[in-house]
């Protein structure tokens, strides 16, 4: 009857299977209102259920207003129900997630066919299985010792920072991390400034705050610090000085004395995120700003893209002063980060898996690295110009005459190209039009080859 198929090697009874079976006729608007059901006795007949059965499933629906029922009456749908279809929430972003494309360029994105996952699984197993009982429960806001401590030995060896385990708070990543930072400084209206162009995620996590935000234009070497002026109500300036997203440069180290500075001046935070720097290909990593200034700066770290970005860890190293405050923000948020993964991750750096892993994939991406520059040369010869090849996971290319809108965007993607135009990631749009942002970390070198390819083609197409 009306469709309606019971499954009897279901574990749900069949009575809750009838009920949900009306219930949603009754929303999708295939029942109408005022529409009569038919009688239990009919019901059950038609079902081949028991007569119980039926008046079980009636009853719930009575009793959540689905239909009325009335002495001598039979039992009706009620009035206003029915809830239309909503419309489709298929964005860009979501088609990027899901679709499959003959060139992928999506940035921020590491190779994870070389994470060593049956190495991951028994750190996890060995965590579990060794882990005290009292980690079981509540840990508090901070994270566990142990993980504090292996972060603190490996930023020595791998940035030569020196950080006290006590300055150092365990994250759900870096938007967690920011997310605390703004309810930590951004009270009654204080401004951010940040890079132009940077990172839309972290960008709309400040806005998403209510933070009001004050653009500061980036050039090929990060941050133009000469845009920095006394500036009222300003609480925090964020930066990734190590390299900068998307344009990939180094602050150079006058630039950072003029902002820690300004900080030191005006009374305001730094808040210093270490985007992707350890995939550096020239030299070691770069220093962070926090080692000029450990009472101004704000650092935050992840293991996103050196591990893999469903390990929603990451930490933030952070002035004595605030730690009160972020101790009782993060307690009546969300409390801890889940201890296993913590155990798990702190053996991983104890026995320097990470350290080795960071290692084979610096190889593998510099020589990714190396094939996109040669195919963009055999490509498009010397018609474009390379930004923060240095470092990461992805490169900003320049080419002139060009210019990438968001319908660029759009028509790459309608033809199975994912490429990002700068100008996507600019607060204030217009002077970054001629760049398109191309993310290698996850291709093999003839992937690398065929996206460039394709990419030409189009761009020819669209003269």
């Known amino acids: 009857m009306w469709g309606i198929e019971l499954n009897r090697q279901s574990e749900l009874p069949l009575w809750r ?8 006729m009754t929303i999708s ?28 499933a009636y009853e719930m629906l009575i009793a959540e207003g689905f239909v009325i029922s009335r002495q001598g009456a039979p039992t009706r749908v009620a009035e206003g129900l029915c809830v239309e279809n909503p419309p489709s929430s298929a964005s860009y972003e979501n088609i990027e997630s899901v679709r499959i494309f003959s060139a992928d360029f999506r940035t921020g994105r590491p190779d994870l066919r070389h994470f060593p996952r ?31 401590k292996e972060i603190v030995a490996w930023l020595f060896r791998s940035r030569g920072l020196k950080v006290d385990p006590q300055d150092i708070f365990i994250t759900a990543g870096a938007t967690h991390a920011l997310h605390l930072i703004a309810d930590l400084l951004c009270g009654e209206g ?60 180094i602050l150079p180290a006058s630039r950072r004395a003029t902002l820690i500075r300004f900080a030191r001046e005006n009374e305001v935070y730094i808040v210093e995120d270490d985007y992707d720097s350890e995939f550096r290909y020239c030299g070691e990593p770069i220093a962070p700003l926090f080692a000029m200034d450990p009472q101004r700066v704000i650092y935050v770290g992840t293991f996103s893209k050196a591990l893999f970005p469903a390990l929603r860890i990451g930490y933030v190293i952070l ?17 801890q ?30 020589e990714r690295r190396r094939v996109l520059l040669e195919s963009l040369t055999e490509t498009f010869g010397s018609e474009w110009r390379a930004y923060g090849d240095a470092a990461g996971l992805h490169l900003a290319i320049d080419f002139p005459g060009r210019y990438f809108e968001e319908e660029f965007r759009k028509s790459c993607l309608h033809n199975g190209i994912c490429v990002t135009p700068v100008e996507y990631h600019c607060i204030q749009k217009g002077r970054h039009l001629n760049k398109l942002l191309i993310g290698y970390g996850h291709l093999e070198p003839a992937e690398i080859r065929n996206g460039v390819q394709l990419l030409h083609d189009f761009m020819k197409e669209t003269i």
């Open 118 to 148: 049956f190495l991951w699984q028994q750190m996890l197993h060995k965590a579990s299985e060794e882990m005290p009982l009292e980690q079981y429960g509540y840990t508090g806001p901070q994270g566990i010792p142990e993980l504090r």
């Open 17 to 24: 299977q009838i009920y949900q079976s009306l219930r949603e």
């Open 29 to 56: 608007g295939q029942l109408k209102a005022s529409e009569v059901l038919p009688s239990t006795r009919e019901f059950a007949k038609a079902l081949e259920v028991s007569r119980n059965t039926v008046c079980e």
């Open 319 to 335: 002035p004595r002063q605030l730690h009160k405050r972020w101790r009782d923000l993060r307690t009546h948020a969300d409390v």
């Open 337 to 366: 980060n889940p201890p296993f993964e913590q155990a798990a991750l702190a053996g991983f750096l104890r026995t320097r898996k990470l350290d080795r892993h960071i290692q084979k994939m610096r190889r593998i991406y510099g």
């Open 190 to 249: 204080r401004k951010i400034l940040m890079e132009d162009p940077c990172h839309t995620g972290m960008l709309r996590t400040f806005i998403n705050k209510g933070c009001p935000i004050v653009p500061i234009p980036v050039d090929e070497h990060g941050m133009q610090t000469d845009y920095l002026t006394n500036r009222e109500n300003v609480c925090a300036v964020y930066v990734t000085p190590s390299h900068q997203f998307p344009l990939g440069g």
